[in-house]
């Protein structure tokens, strides 16, 4: 398996800009979180979803920020309008939540720089 | 509250000496119990994790944790560092609800 695979790796948008990010989790996976990881807050769980349905939203920041999952392969991350503070690494992981198997595993993050 | 308490945020130690990364854990939180590292502009990778059994954990680099009930504490050890453990070490559990929540994180700065 490729793993979590995210894009853009990197994303450089002026302030204002709407901003997608995307996420494949890894196949038969059925939970998927997005984290923010900055100097200053470390790592910040954002949203994450079970079974493509979103369990916890309460790390997003501002109604500035959306997620979606509209299948199991595929979620985006969205922020609108963009604003500099946004700047941040963000990351995507997966699990398959039940029978044992607990770890999430994480994709190589998009580095957003908004300016 | 639920949390998971990273108590260095950076640790800088000579090549071949011995480390220990603190993580304690709030008693709300589950007792699955992980390690990730972070090297520089590269995602999360898991280390190590406790989930029930033995409570000592071994990763294939050399590093072990303890899990520690009484003490409510997970703390990642290796006996003799290299350069390349150079790297962030983060702390991970899940809270009741599901929600997979890190510590702060652990710069292990390894020096020649």
């Known amino acids: 398996d490729a793993g979590v695979i995210q894009s853009p790796r990197h994303e450089v948008t002026e302030m204002g800009q709407e901003v997608t990010l995307r996420c494949k989790p890894i196949s038969g996976h059925n939970s998927l979180f997005w984290y923010r990881q900055t100097m200053m807050r470390g790592l910040e769980l954002l949203i994450y979803f079970n079974n493509n349905v979103p369990i916890d939203d309460s790390g997003m920041p501002e109604d500035r920020f959306s997620a979606k999952m509209p299948n199991a392969s595929f979620s985006t991350l969205k922020i609108q309008p963009s604003e500099p503070r946004d700047s941040a690494v963000y990351f995507c992981?997966?699990?398959?939540?039940?029978?044992?198997?607990?770890?999430?595993?994480f994709g190589q993050g998009t580095r957003l720089t908004v300016v | 509250a639920q949390s998971v308490t990273q108590l260095d945020s950076q640790v800088p130690v000579f090549e071949e000496a011995p480390v220990e990364l603190r993580c304690n854990y709030s008693s709300s939180v589950s007792v699955y119990l992980f390690w990730y590292v972070q090297y520089p502009n590269q995602g999360l990778q898991l280390l190590l994790k406790?989930?029930?059994?033995?409570?000592l954990v071994e990763s294939i680099n050399g590093f072990e944790a303890e899990f520690n009930k009484s003490q409510t504490s997970f703390h990642l050890r290796k006996p003799s560092v290299h350069i390349s453990d150079t790297a962030e070490y983060f702390c991970a559990a899940y809270n009741q609800g599901g929600k997979l929540i890190f510590g702060q994180g652990t710069e292990l700065s390894v020096k020649p």
């Open positions: 406790y989930l029930s059994g033995s409570t």
């Open positions: 992981a997966s699990r398959l939540q039940g029978g044992g198997n607990t770890e999430a595993f």
